[in-house]
């Protein structure tokens, strides 16, 4: 069975600053994986996954994550951060095959400092 | 426009009652899959169907029921043997071959309370 855990369920940055959200997986296959963005009162909208290939992904709103398989991890990162970035993020993982459920971690919500 | 319709955006349910949230998708996708979302729980998976007229409990399916009569139809009940119902309820599609092909679609939600 595969899990995730998000380390850290509040993060705070000042804008223009880094963001970096932590991602760590275990899977018993290769697994994909994957960001998404939740803002208040809404479904979730994917940021970025990795199923093979490229190792580093690039997603949307200028957010990339990077697949460590000997670390087991899948950071989320952006270079400087915007308002608008606010919101809740969920690392998820999936079975590269089966039945493509996703497993989530507990989230982490990301506030702006102005 | 392609997607997934979630209705009602919010819902109550009184004690004893069962309430029915309904997930519609355009998508021609085969699979669909019902998660509930609780305050730093992150999503749990409650029920999943891959093809019609099948379907599969997912970790927390007691006190929930589904029915997958039609591809583009997945409601879920919420009977009242579920005793803490109050959370954000969210459905997702994928294509059969699943997510490297495409994005996991997630409709807006349905927010159920108690009254």
């Known amino acids: 069975a595969q899990s995730v855990t998000q380390l850290g369920s509040h993060v705070s940055v000042s804008e223009g600053a880094l963001v970096l959200l932590r991602c760590n997986y275990s899977s018993s296959v290769p697994p994909y994986l994957f960001w998404y963005v939740q803002y208040p009162n809404q479904g979730l909208q994917l940021l970025l996954k990795?199923?093979?290939?490229?190792?580093l992904v690039k997603g949307i709103n200028g957010f990339e994550a990077e697949f460590k398989k000997s670390e087991t991890s899948f950071h989320l990162t952006k270079p400087s951060a915007h308002m608008s970035d606010a919101a809740e993020y969920f690392c998820?993982?999936?079975?590269?095959?089966?039945?493509?459920?996703?497993?989530f971690g507990t989230g982490t919500r990301l506030t702006i400092i102005p | 426009d392609g997607g997934i319709t979630q209705s009602p955006k919010y819902l109550f349910r009184k004690e004893g009652q069962n309430v029915t949230l309904s997930c519609e998708q355009n998508?021609?996708?085969?699979?669909m899959y019902w998660y509930r979302q609780d305050p730093g729980q992150g999503l749990r998976l409650i029920y999943y169907?891959?093809?019609?007229?099948?379907?599969q409990k997912g970790d927390i399916a007691e006190g929930y029921s589904v029915s997958r009569e039609k591809k583009e139809s997945f409601p879920l009940t919420v009977t009242s043997a579920q005793k803490n119902p109050t959370a954000f309820y969210l459905c997702?599609?994928?294509?059969?071959?699943?997510?490297?092909?495409?994005?996991?679609?997630f409709g807006d939600g349905t927010r159920l309370s108690i009254l």
């Open positions: 169907s891959q093809i019609v007229n099948d379907f």
């Open positions: 990795y199923t093979t290939g490229a190792t």
């Open positions: 998820a993982v999936s079975l590269l095959f089966g039945n493509e459920k996703l497993t």
């Open positions: 997702d599609t994928t294509p059969l071959g699943g997510v490297s092909n495409q994005p996991q679609h």
């Open positions: 998508l021609n996708h085969d699979a």
